[in-house]
C-alpha cells in the first residue's frame, strides 16, 4: 500500500480509491470469508451491490472498521500481501481509517478510557478488594454498562493488590548469570496489574535456566490504541518503551515478553510509528518467551529435568502470536516438558476493550464459540493460551456453553508447573 502511511495526513480521496481498490481485489478472492466480523461484513455487501463497490456508503465503510478488532489474521491470510504487485495491507487499511474515523466522529470516552491500561490498573490495584467485588456485583456490572457503555456479562481479570513490579521490587537481587545470557523482561501492563502469576512464572523458569533477568522502566506498548486511531498515544507509548528497552540491549541483553499482543508491536509495529535505527534494533532482539526458551534449547541451553507431565493439553494460539510467523514455539516448548499438545488455530474474539463494548460482546462471544467447539473435542487435561485475555474469553465462552471447566494457563505456567517449581514462588 504504497499511497497510505498510518502517520502521514489523510487524503480523503486517496483513502477512498485504496479502500474501493482493495474492496475489488477481495470480492475476486474471498479467501478471508468468514475469517472475522469485517470480511463478513464487507462480502455481504459486496453482494448486496453486486461487486460494485462503488456503491459502499459511509456507514458501510464505517461498520467495516468498527467491527476490526486489529487481529492481523488477515494479513497472513492473504495472498496478494507485498511484495506482490497488488500489496494489499487489509489491517493498515482499517487502522488507517479508525485514525480518519478518530478525526471525523471524535473519540468517545468511554473508549479513550477502557485504552488507559496503565491508569487503570494504577487505580484498580490500589483499591483491588472493592474493585474484584464491585466487578462481581451485577448492579455494579449494569451501571457500568449504562454509564460507560461496558457490557454487564464482561468478565474482567482480578486486579492484583500486590502488582508485579511491586512482588519483583520485594525479590532480593538474584544473579543466576551462570549461563552469561541476559533478559530485560517486558512484562506488560497486563501481567503488571493483573495476570501477575505468568510474570512470575516466567520469571521462575528464565531464572532456572541460569538467564539473569532485570525489569526496565515500562507502561503499556501502545496496542490497545489502534482500535480506537489514537495514532499519538501509539508513537508515544513506542517512543517511552525505546527508549526504556534501548540501554539493556546495548548492554547485550535480549528482550523477552509473554504477552503476544506487547512483542507484535515491539517487533512489527514499532518501526511504522518511530523513525531511527533504535526501534529496529531492539525489535532485532525482542523475544516471545516462548520462542526465547527454544531458542535456548537450540543453543543447548534447555534445562530437561522436568519433574511433572503436564498431560494433553489443548493450546489455542492467540492472533498475534501467529502474526509474528514464528512457528508453535508454545506448543514445542511444552512438548519438551512431555506434554501432548493439540493445537487449536481459532480466535478468541477477545482483543482487549473491543469485547468489553456493549455493542461488540455479543459478536466477541460468538467468535470464541469456535474455539471452544474444538476444545470441547480434545479431552484435555489442561486448556492454554498465550494470552491470558483469551484465556479468559475461552473460560467464559465455555461456561456459557456449559463445556471446559478447566481455567486456562499461560504455556510458560504450565511449564513451570512441569520443572516442579513453586506456584507462589515466595520473595526469599
Same mark, same amino acid.
Given at each position: 500500500m504504497k499511497e497510505l502511511r498510518l502517520l502521514q495526513p489523510i487524503d480523503p480521496a486517496?483513502?477512498?480509491?485504496?479502500?474501493?481498490? %482493495?474492496?475489488?481485489?477481495?470480492?475476486?478472492?474471498?479467501?478471508?470469508?468468514?475469517?472475522?466480523?469485517?470480511?463478513?461484513?464487507?462480502?455481504?455487501?459486496i453482494d448486496d451491490y453486486e461487486s460494485d463497490v462503488t456503491k459502499f456508503t459511509p456507514a458501510d465503510h464505517h461498520r467495516v472498521v468498527d467491527e476490526c478488532y486489529y487481529c492481523k489474521l488477515c494479513y497472513n491470510h492473504c495472498p496478494y500481501t507485498p511484495p506482490h504487485q497488488y500489496a494489499i495491507d487489509f489491517p493498515?487499511?482499517?487502522? #488507517?481509517?479508525?485514525?480518519?474515523?478518530?478525526?471525523?466522529?471524535? *473519540?468517545?470516552?468511554?473508549?479513550?478510557l477502557l485504552t488507559r491500561t496503565d491508569l487503570l490498573g494504577r487505580l484498580n490495584?490500589?483499591?483491588?478488594?472493592? #474493585?474484584?467485588?464491585?466487578?462481581?456485583? +451485577?448492579?455494579?456490572?449494569?451501571?457500568?454498562?449504562?454509564?460507560?457503555?461496558?457490557?454487564?456479562?464482561?468478565?474482567?481479570?482480578?486486579?492484583?493488590?500486590?502488582?508485579?513490579?511491586? $512482588?519483583?521490587?520485594r525479590r532480593p537481587s538474584r544473579n543466576a548469570g551462570a549461563t552469561g545470557k541476559k533478559v530485560a523482561l517486558f512484562a506488560s501492563c497486563l501481567v503488571n496489574y493483573q495476570a501477575t502469576d505468568v510474570g512470575k512464572a516466567t520469571v521462575q523458569v528464565l531464572e532456572k535456566n541460569g538467564i539473569h533477568v532485570v525489569l526496565p522502566d515500562q507502561s503499556c506498548c501502545g496496542m490497545p490504541s489502534f482500535d480506537i486511531g489514537d495514532t499519538t498515544a501509539m508513537v508515544k507509548a513506542a517512543e !517511552?518503551? *525505546?527508549?526504556?528497552?534501548?540501554? $539493556?540491549?546495548?548492554?547485550?541483553?535480549? /528482550?523477552? %515478553?509473554?504477552?503476544?499482543?506487547c512483542s507484535l508491536m515491539v517487533k512489527r509495529e514499532y518501526a511504522n510509528l518511530v523513525s531511527g535505527e533504535d526501534a529496529t534494533r531492539v525489535a532485532g532482539r525482542t523475544y516471545d518467551v516462548c520462542e526465547y526458551l527454544m531458542k535456548l534449547k537450540r543453543e543447548g541451553g534447555l534445562a530437561t529435568d522436568?519433574?511433572? +507431565?503436564?498431560?494433553?493439553?489443548?493450546?489455542? /494460539?492467540?492472533? !498475534?502470536?501467529?502474526?509474528q510467523n514464528i512457528g508453535f514455539k508454545s506448543k514445542e516448548l511444552m512438548e519438551c516438558a512431555g506434554a501432548q499438545v493439540e493445537v *487449536?488455530?481459532?480466535?478468541?474474539?477477545?482483543?482487549?476493550?473491543?469485547?468489553?463494548?456493549?455493542?461488540?460482546?455479543?459478536?466477541?462471544?460468538? *467468535?470464541?464459540?469456535?474455539? #471452544?467447539?474444538? #476444545?470441547e473435542q480434545v479431552p484435555a487435561d489442561v486448556v492454554a493460551s498465550d494470552c491470558p485475555l483469551a484465556g479468559l474469553q475461552l473460560d467464559q465462552a465455555g461456561a456459557q456453553a456449559h463445556v471446559g471447566g478447566k481455567s486456562a494457563q499461560h504455556p510458560i505456567q504450565v511449564v513451570r508447573d512441569a520443572y516442579g517449581l513453586p506456584r507462589d514462588p515466595r520473595t526469599s
Amino acid at each position: 500500500m504504497k499511497e497510505l502511511r498510518l502517520l502521514q495526513p489523510i487524503d480523503p480521496a486517496t483513502l477512498e480509491q485504496e479502500t474501493l481498490r %482493495i474492496y475489488d481485489v477481495c470480492d475476486g478472492c474471498r479467501r478471508c470469508f468468514n475469517l472475522c466480523p469485517s470480511f463478513n461484513t464487507l462480502l455481504d455487501r459486496i453482494d448486496d451491490y453486486e461487486s460494485d463497490v462503488t456503491k459502499f456508503t459511509p456507514a458501510d465503510h464505517h461498520r467495516v472498521v468498527d467491527e476490526c478488532y486489529y487481529c492481523k489474521l488477515c494479513y497472513n491470510h492473504c495472498p496478494y500481501t507485498p511484495p506482490h504487485q497488488y500489496a494489499i495491507d487489509f489491517p493498515l487499511l482499517m487502522a #488507517v481509517w479508525k485514525k480518519r474515523l478518530a478525526a471525523e466522529r471524535g *473519540i468517545r470516552w468511554r473508549d479513550w478510557l477502557l485504552t488507559r491500561t496503565d491508569l487503570l490498573g494504577r487505580l484498580n490495584s490500589a483499591l483491588a478488594p472493592l #474493585v474484584n467485588w464491585g466487578l462481581g456485583q +451485577k448492579w455494579v456490572r449494569s451501571l457500568m454498562q449504562m454509564v460507560l457503555g461496558v457490557h454487564q456479562e464482561r468478565q474482567v481479570l482480578h486486579y492484583q493488590q500486590e502488582t508485579f513490579a511491586r $512482588w519483583w521490587g520485594r525479590r532480593p537481587s538474584r544473579n543466576a548469570g551462570a549461563t552469561g545470557k541476559k533478559v530485560a523482561l517486558f512484562a506488560s501492563c497486563l501481567v503488571n496489574y493483573q495476570a501477575t502469576d505468568v510474570g512470575k512464572a516466567t520469571v521462575q523458569v528464565l531464572e532456572k535456566n541460569g538467564i539473569h533477568v532485570v525489569l526496565p522502566d515500562q507502561s503499556c506498548c501502545g496496542m490497545p490504541s489502534f482500535d480506537i486511531g489514537d495514532t499519538t498515544a501509539m508513537v508515544k507509548a513506542a517512543e !517511552h518503551t *525505546i527508549a526504556s528497552l534501548k540501554p $539493556w540491549v546495548d548492554q547485550g541483553y535480549d /528482550v523477552v %515478553i509473554p504477552t503476544p499482543s506487547c512483542s507484535l508491536m515491539v517487533k512489527r509495529e514499532y518501526a511504522n510509528l518511530v523513525s531511527g535505527e533504535d526501534a529496529t534494533r531492539v525489535a532485532g532482539r525482542t523475544y516471545d518467551v516462548c520462542e526465547y526458551l527454544m531458542k535456548l534449547k537450540r543453543e543447548g541451553g534447555l534445562a530437561t529435568d522436568f519433574t511433572q +507431565k503436564p498431560g494433553r493439553v489443548a493450546y489455542q /494460539v492467540p492472533c !498475534h502470536l501467529r502474526d509474528q510467523n514464528i512457528g508453535f514455539k508454545s506448543k514445542e516448548l511444552m512438548e519438551c516438558a512431555g506434554a501432548q499438545v493439540e493445537v *487449536i488455530e481459532k480466535c478468541s474474539g477477545h482483543d482487549g476493550s473491543w469485547s468489553a463494548k456493549t455493542e461488540f460482546f455479543p459478536l466477541s462471544m460468538k *467468535i470464541a464459540q469456535k474455539a #471452544v467447539r474444538q #476444545v470441547e473435542q480434545v479431552p484435555a487435561d489442561v486448556v492454554a493460551s498465550d494470552c491470558p485475555l483469551a484465556g479468559l474469553q475461552l473460560d467464559q465462552a465455555g461456561a456459557q456453553a456449559h463445556v471446559g471447566g478447566k481455567s486456562a494457563q499461560h504455556p510458560i505456567q504450565v511449564v513451570r508447573d512441569a520443572y516442579g517449581l513453586p506456584r507462589d514462588p515466595r520473595t526469599s
